[in-house]
Structure formats: C-alpha cells, structure tokens
C-alpha cells in the first residue's frame, strides 16, 4: 500500500529555486523566444543532463508526506500515516427507503434513490452554510455518464444496445445527474446522512428550467415544451463550480453521445458537426428507445437543450435547476466562481476538446452577499468572453457580443441567442486561442492567480504542417503532438490582495509540460527534483487546499503502466511545480475533483470508472466480465463501482502537508 519516505536532501535557503521553463518564461519575450527554441530543437543529449545535474541539489518542498510507489492495481492505494474510507459507492443508499443495490433488480425507480455512476464533480460545503464546520456538511456531486456493458452482468459492448431491457435503460438515466446529501463525522468515520433533509437527485428526467439570452428561443422549442424553457433532465454532468451563494454550478459535457438518428436531417446540421458528432459514440445509452426526444427525427430541436451550464441550489431541495445559457453552449466541462473586486462574479470555463477554447464570463451586477435569494438570476445577465494569449505573456478576454466586432447580423449573429447557441463559432470568428484539451481550472485565493489544466492533444500538429493554422503549435500549446497535457498558470492584476477576476487582460506563463522527465522525447518540463514517481500526464481536475498547495487528478494513464493518479504540489516557494504522488487509482479509473473540509483534515476525491481497462493489456474493457476490477467491493456478481473516497490523516493532520 505504501511506500517509504525517500530521504531527502535538505533545502538550502540562499538557493534560489533551479529554473524552469516556468521561471525562464517569466523572464519575458527575450526567454520566451528562447525558449521557442528550446522546446523546438530539444533532444535527450539537451535536456536530460540539466535534469540530473539540477537533482542533486533540489531544494525542498513543504510537502512530507511519504511518496507513493507507482503501481497499476486492482486496488487503491494511499500514504502511510493516512486513513482511506470509501464514504458511498454507485447504487448506495441516500434516502432512508432506498433499496439495496442488486444489480440483478435495477431500475429507474431504485436507482432514483441511490448514488449515482461515474461520480465526477464533487464539493464538500460546510453545514449550516455560511460556517466552517469540518465535521459535518452537504456533499454536491455530478455523475457524469454511465457504461451499461460494465453495469450490469450479461451484456458486451458489441450487443448492449440491443439487450438492454426497459428497466436497465430507465436505471442509467436516473444514475447520471447530479448526487445532494448530507456528510457527518463522527469520531474518525464519515457517514452519510440518510435523512438529511437537502438529500436529493437529479437526472434525466427531472424538470430543469431554461433561462438567459436562449430562453425561449424557437430553437429551443419542442413538442413537449411549446415555450423553450422548460427542459427535462440533465446530462453529461462533468466538473462544476460553486457560486459565491452557495448554489452548484454543473457543466454538461458532450451531450451529443446520447442522442441517436441522422442529424443530417437536421436544418442546423453545421452546428451538430462543430459541437462534435462522434460516428462511434452516440446514443450510448439506447435511450432514445424509450424515449424518443432523443432521436433526431422525433424531436429536432431536443439536442440544442443541453451542453450548458445547470445552476442548482442544494440547500433547497424545491428548487427547480436552471441551465443559464448566457454562459454559452460547449462541452462544458467545469465552471469555477471568483468574485472581482467590485463583487461582480467571474465564471471560468474550459471547453474540453481538442482545439477548443477557454472562456470566462462575467456578471453584469455585483453579487449580494447579505441576501442570498437576490443572486437567483445574477448569471443571466453579463458577458461572455473567450482567451486569446499572446506571445508577449499577456493574454486578453475577448467579448463573445451580438454586433460587437466579427459577431455581426450578416455573419449569423444577429442576436445574443444566435451567439450562445453557436459559441464555439463565435469564438472562432473573433480568433480565440486554440487550446488542447482544457478542463480544470482553479483559482489560487492566497496569490491572485490561476490554473489551467489542459489534458492532452494528440493531434496538435508542429508548425507549418497541415492546412489548418489553428491545429499548429501556439504560444500557449507549445508542443505538437502533446499526448501527455500542460498546467498554465495566468496572473490576475490586483496581486493576491486584490486580484482583478474581471480585468480585461491578464499574464499567462506555463507552470508544467507533463510527461516523463527522464524521456527527453516527452520534452517535459517540471522541478528538476520531481521525483520518478512524481510527475504525471494528462491533467485534469484542479484543486488548491486550504494551505494553499495545488492538487492535480489525472485522466489517461501514461504508457510507464501507472494507473491515474492524485498529485499535490507547492505553487511558490522552493518546491514551486515539485509534484509528490499521493492517491493511487484502481486501474481504469479517472480520479477527479478534490475538495477539503476547512481545516485540511480530510480530502474527499471521486473515482469514476473503476475498471473501464483491462487489468491484462490496459485495452478497453468490452464487459462487466472482463472489466480490469471489481473494487471496491470484490465480491463475485457485483461490478466495480464509482466511488467517493476520503483520506484522512490518522493524527487529524492536514492531509498533503
Ligand atoms: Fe468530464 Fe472533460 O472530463
Ligand atoms: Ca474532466
Ligand atoms: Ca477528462
């Protein structure tokens, strides 16, 4: 399970931490282009020597836990001197009448009061709200999709579509949406609260509102809804965010695989084409069987009623989710809140494919901290832009706005509708940035600054190849092909006191290129002391701690045979970009969205698709069967199961420290 710690050379304070590309970038255009250079024409003979040399003197984090070894696993594994409870897996209890899970008898009834599948956002908010109780809490939670070829015994990927049964279908729309409950500890345990009076669900079917620029929109109209506002259910719930109020801001992400038939036939079939149509992924959960708004031919417009962001109170189990579409359709992966200095609120958003764009919106009004309900419909209202970096270190915000610039009548948008039913086309038209892959995004409260992760892109393409520019390299994607993703960290004005959210312009550098360090092919840049255990591919989910350090999850295994991992580092200091191996996954595994208890004593991580590669041959499992772990339950009959996991040092500690 655990590894001993290695021991460490001791920092020395007059030594200034051993430069980065980081560090070099920081130093300006001079070592930017430098570094242009560097990366272009780096080879093992450059790059691998710096990094031993720089090794035997590195300096020191302030992290001490002990290091993990890496291992690929059936199971989890987690330091020494740490507790790890599995707080509630997929199919477990949230109601006091909630049946048990048996896979054998599942449906959509049963699974409407269970946890649901592949958790994927999640957010410790201390009870009541408003407090810093680290002892007892609501849990907010997405589910973000479900495979039923590894649900349920039986079924394969080749023949799941055709076999699943009505009920089967009707269980994995009511286990994706959204989880709400209630958390306590008692002693050193976490439980859930099974009568917590905010428990809740949210899913496929349940009514959600539509609201801002969109709403009402005559492409927003069905059948079952002649008024375009009103929609039922949600899905692909990705990452997320919290507003300064309290409510969970949920990203759908990739809603399109649901949907079945010949878009074709639609008479906006561009825009299905630019919001990415997959020939081999799509109506994955034969869903349109049962219900048909999810086919094309049936319900034209049903499709343009996801891939926003859902904004859902749990501390009012009455109150019906809204999607505010002023933030833009995309595939939306998360939606991180700060508040400008000013009060006005600051939404940052990564939309996660290949060559799309991070974007930011802002609202129009202050928020109003004494009144929570005066925020209900603060996110309609404000404006929307998209990042374009550039190769002096700033990076600007450009506003996504009707008749503003490129976004004219002529070009398609003559509306504020007609900008966010199509934003990515927007965005291409005002010359955002490419981007490759971006997903988490973290605002670091103690500095003033932020994170981005982007987790891979491996169809970037070196400069001055293929036809399309956007697919080159660029200043803030500077490898091509990037299999393995990069953080880039970007300065707010302001300075940690008074960081400015909202500023029209801010400065980018890049914080670490993932991979191996010691592959000079992978041209990977962190601390010259991370260890061989250290450093990761393909970020993911973001979070910061309470004391300030950088947590990373990781989504796509490198080739070394290590399964996806938790990372947590220092941002300044000596031990800036200096990653340490904390959680290890079950194989197959993603692990996403740290989030803390105020005073660090407890991490909770999601664990969303245990067992989706073969333990044998790291290929896609194709079955229940053959799925590489059953964890956490191993039990013969039961599948894997998404769970939420809490570590906990075993002295009450801060966890990461
Ligand atoms: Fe849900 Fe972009 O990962
Ligand atoms: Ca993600
Ligand atoms: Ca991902």
Redesign the pocket.
């Known amino acids: 399970m655990t590894d001993r710690q290695k021991t460490r050379p001791r920092p020395n304070p007059r030594r200034a931490f051993a430069p980065s590309y980081g560090t070099i970038l920081q130093e300006g255009v001079r070592r930017r282009t430098v570094l242009k250079g560097f990366i272009a024409a780096m080879g093992a003979a450059v790059f691998a020597p710096a990094l031993e040399a720089t090794k035997a003197e590195a300096a020191e984090s302030t992290l001490t836990f002990p290091e993990l070894k890496r291992v690929r696993d059936t199971a989890d594994h987690w330091p020494d001197g740490y507790e790890r409870q599995i707080l509630i897996r997929w199919g477990d209890a949230l109601f006091a009448d909630s049946p048990e899970f048996d896979v054998a008898k599942l449906n959509g009834k049963a699974a409407e009061r269970q946890f649901g599948y592949n958790n994927?956002f999640t957010q410790f908010l201390p009870l009541p709200w408003g407090e810093k109780s680290s002892d007892h809490g609501l849990m907010v939670v997405s589910h973000?999709y479900a495979t039923p070829f590894l649900m349920f015994p039986g079924l394969t990927v080749d023949n799941y579509r055709e076999k699943l049964t009505e009920d089967q279908i009707r269980a994995v729309m009511a286990a994706v949406g959204v989880s709400v409950f209630e958390v306590r500890k008692d002693g050193n345990q976490w439980q859930v609260v099974k009568n917590g009076k905010y428990n809740r669900r949210i899913h496929m079917s349940t009514e959600i509102g539509i609201s801002g620029p969109a709403a009402g929109d005559d492409r927003l109209k069905t059948k079952a809804d002649p008024t375009g506002t009103v929609v039922f259910g949600t899905i692909?719930n990705?990452?997320g965010g919290i507003t300064p109020w309290g409510t969970m801001l949920s990203g759908e992400?990739?809603a399109m695989d649901v949907f079945a038939g010949d878009y074709k036939k639609l008479p906006n079939q561009e825009l299905v084409e630019r919001q990415g149509w997959d020939e081999d992924e799509n109506d994955i959960y034969s869903v349109s069987r049962v219900e048909p708004r999810f086919k094309f031919e049936e319900e034209p417009n049903e499709w343009m009623r996801f891939d926003w962001v859902v904004e859902i109170d749990p501390f009012d189990p009455t109150a019906k989710p809204v999607k505010r579409t002023s933030l833009g359709r995309m595939?939306h992966?998360g939606a991180q809140c700060c508040v400008a200095p000013d009060g006005r609120v600051v939404v940052f958003m990564g939309d996660?494919d290949d060559f799309e764009y991070i974007y930011r919106f802002v609202t129009r009004d202050p928020w109003n901290p004494g009144d929570r309900a005066a925020n209900k419909d603060l996110l309609d209202h404000g404006t929307l832009s998209v990042a374009k970096f550039e190769s002096d270190g700033t990076m600007r915000w450009i506003p996504l706005v009707a008749g503003e610039g490129p976004l004219t009548a002529e070009a398609g948008f003559k509306t504020q509708a007609d900008v966010v039913l199509a934003t990515r086309a927007a965005a291409d038209l005002v010359g955002a940035t490419p981007m490759d892959?971006p997903?988490g995004f973290i605002p670091h409260l103690g500095t003033g600054k932020l994170y981005v992760a982007m987790?891979e892109n491996e169809d970037r393409l070196p400069k001055g190849q293929g036809d399309d520019e956007k697919e080159q390299v660029n200043v803030a994607n500077p490898r091509g092909p990037n299999p393995h993703g990069h953080l880039l960290e970007l300065v707010t004005p302001g300075g940690p006191d008074k960081p400015d959210y909202a500023a029209e312009s801010f400065k980018w550098d890049v914080f670490v290129l993932c991979g191996n360090p010691a592959k000079p092919e992978d041209q990977a840049m962190f601390h010259p002391a991370t260890t061989s255990a250290g450093w990761f591919t393909d970020p993911?989910n973001l979070a910061v701690d309470p004391a300030g350090r950088l947590w990373v999850t990781t989504?796509g295994p490198p080739p070394e045979g290590i399964a996806d991992s938790v990372y947590v580092m220092d941002t300044e200091g000596p031990g800036r970009a200096l990653p340490k191996l904390i959680y290890i996954a079950p194989v197959g595994s993603e692990t996403c969205s740290p989030t803390f208890t105020s005073d660090g004593s407890s991490v909770f991580l999601s664990v969303q698709h245990p067992g989706e590669l073969r333990m044998a041959d790291n290929e896609d499992a194709t079955s229940m069967e053959d799925a590489g772990t059953s964890w956490p339950d191993f039990k013969p009959g039961v599948p894997a199961r998404p769970s939420l996991v809490v570590l906990t040092r075993s002295k009450n500690g801060v966890v990461g420290s």
């Open positions: 994927d973000e692909s990705c990452n992400e990739g595939t992966e996660d892959g997903e987790t993911d989504d």
